[in-house]
């Protein structure tokens, strides 16, 4: 993969998407659908943590198989602040991140100082074991999960209303999409980019790569927990499913689907996938099998995903 | 001459070994400031290990390794390549997907103590025109000025290997390590690198590894050979040329 480059044309499709969601819940009211006013949000909180996974996996090559610790540990943050009466969003959803970013440093830490298969692997035992610590927590409902009674309070907004915190989460998307459109064309975006091409060559320029590695799985990481945080709120509950591997495995599908290394995939993918989920399972409940030819057909055909199709990725040449 | 020449680079006693096999057995090495100095040996003898070992892909199992006067061997590489000690590989290491132009900027950009931090995550880099500028140059000391935009796996071999010199000499290298820098190629392309190392060798220090005889030969200004992990003999060509233990062991019918 060159180097990302966004374009005017990228950049001008964009802000028309973004005009079209801001526009999406009168829309929705138009035509007496404000139930998928929820469900939009929840579209965008999984866009969200795609993005960040796509950070780590598409931009800093890292192939962490245990992205929905992070995830997930962000929602259980915020479950277990309301339980104990914090509602803030303002302390809880930076806390959330926080400790995500923490528990990130330290997986990382670790699992950088391997390579390949070996990272895949670690990364996959580091959030399996955060999922059996949570499932045996009783205190934090176990198996049942923690359910969040209150949506975080958010100064003079008000979250309970589904189209408030709608806005909410598309203000933090855009922020966070803008901000990794940023570091892609920094200094850091292109040493993370070159080390993703060739790591002993970055070595031996006199990059400290694991340094750079680290500092880039530790922002990923820390956002996916801000996307949890985002998610337990919209859902209701802080379930111990978000921390299983096949949810590290679904945000996987949908960076690939999407476009791995591309600034946008992560959103194009999780669009895909929950579009699909949404209005095939009443078709069928085998609908996954129609998923899977999809993935093998973008593996195949496209490997710079739905986005790289359409030019919204790496510069080709 | 020489003898006034200060030592850049002290190899002392180096050994290294995989299971019961020495590499290196107590390999010595003097590198003076300013010269060419050819590291020469049949396959298998430690040249390449050495190189690893020296730049810091390696550690060393004992033996010191000082340079200017700075002690090495505890450092990882890319502290050592701060310090001003830089390699090439033996198979071509470049970045194939990146731009020519992209391949140069990434390692100018590497040289902290010029440009300040890397961790610069907000500042778009396209604002940094003085590292862009020396990629420029650097491309066309190496003769690849035009062919900045292409991708680097477009290039043929012998440009390849010429865009790697450029990556190491982007580090400002007191020292450059070179391995096997002809490796691969075409009478054309061998010559063509043949003047670059001489132009490099007005500025920079040079310890190079390579098979190629004729090109040792006319470049090097003083020899050492490798046989067996031990430098048996180090001195001028025309010493090495002419010593009896080199001719058994390496030149054979060729001297």
């Not at chain 1, 829309?27 to 866009?47: G, P, T």
């Not at chain 2, 002290?10 to 290196?24: C, P, Q, R």
């Not at chain 2, 190491?168 to 070179?178: E, G, I």
Request: net charge neutral; hydrophobic share 50%.
């Amino acid at each position: 993969m060159a180097l990302y480059r966004s374009s005017p044309g990228r950049r001008i499709a964009a802000g028309v998407v973004l005009v079209l969601l801001v526009l999406l819940p009168w829309l929705l009211e138009i035509l007496d659908q404000s139930f998928y006013v929820s469900f939009a949000s929840r579209v965008l909180i999984f866009a969200l943590a795609a993005t960040t996974l796509n950070l780590v996996i598409g931009f800093g090559g890292m192939v962490s198989f245990g992205h929905a610790a992070f995830f997930g540990v962000g929602a259980y943050c915020v479950a277990i602040l309301a339980d104990s009466g914090v509602l803030s969003a303002a302390l809880a959803w930076p806390l959330a991140a926080g400790v995500a970013a923490l528990l990130a440093l330290l997986v990382g830490a670790i699992s950088l100082r391997t390579r390949g298969v070996y990272f895949i692997m670690i990364t996959l035992a580091f959030a399996q074991m955060v999922f059996y610590l949570v499932l045996s927590l009783k205190s934090w409902g176990g198996d049942d999960g923690l359910s969040l009674l209150h949506r975080s309070t958010f100064g003079s907004l008000d979250l309970k209303d589904d189209s408030t915190f709608y806005f909410v989460v598309l203000a933090l998307l855009t922020l966070v999409l803008a901000a990794l459109d940023r570091l892609a064309h920094s200094r850091f975006g292109r040493v993370i980019q070159s080390i993703r091409e060739n790591e002993t060559r970055m070595e031996a320029l006199g990059y400290p790569v694991f340094t750079y590695k680290l500092v880039c799985f530790v922002i990923g990481g820390g956002l996916a927990g801000l996307a949890g945080a985002l998610l337990v709120n919209q859902s209701g509950l802080a379930s111990p499913s978000l921390l299983h591997w096949m949810q590290s495995g679904t945000l996987m599908v949908m960076i690939v689907i999407g476009g791995v290394g591309s600034v946008f995939g992560g959103v194009v993918g999780a669009v895909l996938l929950l579009l699909c989920e949404e209005f095939f399972v009443g078709i069928s409940p085998h609908w996954q099998i129609g998923l899977g030819l999809v993935l093998l057909a973008v593996v195949l055909r496209a490997p710079l995903g739905i986005a790289g199709l359409f030019g919204w990725g790496r510069n080709r040449e | 001459m020489s003898d006034q020449r200060a030592t850049l680079l002290d190899v002392h006693e180096v050994s290294k070994h995989f299971g019961g096999i020495y590499a290196l057995n107590a390999a010595s090495l003097k590198v003076e400031a300013g010269e060419v100095h050819a590291l020469i040996g049949p396959n298998g003898a430690g040249k390449t290990t050495l190189i690893h070992v020296l730049s810091g892909a390696m550690p060393a199992d004992a033996g010191r390794v000082l340079f200017a006067g700075q002690d090495l061997v505890r450092r990882p590489m890319h502290e050592r390549v701060a310090l001003g000690l830089a390699r090439s590989y033996q198979i071509t290491n470049i970045f194939p997907r990146l731009t020519v132009l992209d391949n140069v900027t990434i390692a100018v950009q590497a040289r902290v103590r010029d440009w300040g931090s890397s961790f610069s995550f907000w500042k778009p880099f396209s604002l940094d025109s003085a590292i862009v500028a020396e990629a420029h140059d650097l491309l066309a000391q190496v003769s690849l000025a035009g062919l900045a935009g292409r991708r680097a796996l477009q290039l043929s071999h012998g440009e390849q290997r010429c865009l790697e010199v450029a990556l190491v000499l982007a580090t400002k290298p007191k020292l450059l390590l070179l391995d096997e820098p002809m490796a691969g190629m075409g009478p054309d392309e061998s010559a063509r690198m043949v003047g670059l190392i001489e132009h490099l060798a007005r500025r920079v220090t040079v310890l190079l590894v390579e098979h190629d005889m004729d090109a040792v030969f006319r470049l090097a200004d003083r020899i050492s050979v490798l046989v067996g992990g031990r430098i048996i003999a180090s001195g001028d060509p025309e010493a090495i040329r002419a010593d009896a233990d080199v001719r058994r062991a390496y030149l054979g019918d060729e001297g």
